[in-house]
């Protein structure tokens, strides 16, 4: 039977003490299985980044249950265990802006991922370029951050968080900077990485563009899940 790979149940996270308390996140219930690709939307202030860096384990809930790849890792408290080594292992994470290390070409940026797991660099630069090839951007592997276009960058990006196969992916609007051809592809990508590695991708976005391109689309307003559809267009390509 599959099993979600990402739970959460009553979730709450606030921020700041006393009067100055922001109660950014109530009562989040919400699943995502292996293959699915979930978008959250929401107003500015919604709780949307606040959700996705609880996932990543950035964050820690005030409350509730935290489940990943069928591992508790937050109930009162973190799971013992080394929570970086988690993040590393379980979890990709794609930010709006690339964050690519701007003093490593393409091709390094994608093996540092696979060296900081103990990767030989040698082994690490042969699969970061199987990695560029399988993103359409194996062509610009030498290319420094700065000489590629934003679309590539991305791709890049993409490449890094996928290095080490990772089940659960996550994205911060990550076709905000990119125009309407380059977005289809980076949603196309990330559907048939879901699709391939029976991965789970949660994304933020306010890209109307893209809300086409989900299994499921959660809205959120103050902090609370508002509504849940299921984009009929949604398909692989
Ligand atoms: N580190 C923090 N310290 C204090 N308040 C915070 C912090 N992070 C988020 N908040 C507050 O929590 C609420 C939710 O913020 P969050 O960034 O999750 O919203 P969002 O839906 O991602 O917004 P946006 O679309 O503008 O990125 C907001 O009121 C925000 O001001």
Not at 1 to 27: C, N, T, Y
Not at 33 to 57: D, F
Request: proline share 5%; charged share 25%; glycine share 8%.
């Amino acid at each position: 039977m599959r099993a979600p790979l990402v739970e959460l149940v009553g979730v709450a996270k606030g921020f700041g003490e006393g009067e100055a308390r922001v109660q950014a996140l109530s009562d989040i219930t919400l699943s995502a299985m292996p293959g699915e690709v979930v978008g959250l939307r929401g107003p500015s202030g919604s709780g949307k980044s606040t959700l996705l860096n609880l996932v990543a384990c950035i964050l820690e809930p005030d409350a509730g249950l935290l489940r990943l790849a069928g591992e508790t890792v937050w109930q009162g408290r973190w799971a013992p265990g080394d929570l970086r080594a988690l993040r590393r292992e379980k979890i990709g994470f794609i930010f709006q802006f690339h964050n690519l290390l701007p003093f490593l070409d393409a091709i390094d940026n994608v093996a540092l991922a696979l060296t900081l797991n103990g990767v030989p660099l040698a082994e690490a630069r042969r699969r970061a370029r199987d990695l560029l090839d399988y993103l359409q951007v194996g062509k610009r592997a030498s290319a420094m951050p700065a000489k590629l276009s934003g679309g590539e960058a991305q791709r890049v990006a993409i490449a890094r968080a996928l290095a080490n196969h990772p089940r659960i992916i996550l994205a911060d609007e990550p076709t905000a900077a990119l125009d309407s051809e380059r977005a289809q592809v980076v949603m196309d990508l990330l559907r048939r990485v879901a699709r391939e590695q029976s991965a789970t991708v949660l994304v933020v976005t306010h890209d109307e563009k893209i809300f086409s391109r989900f299994d499921r689309l959660i809205g959120l307003r103050d902090g609370r899940i508002e509504t849940e559809t299921r984009p009929s267009t949604a398909e692989d390509v």
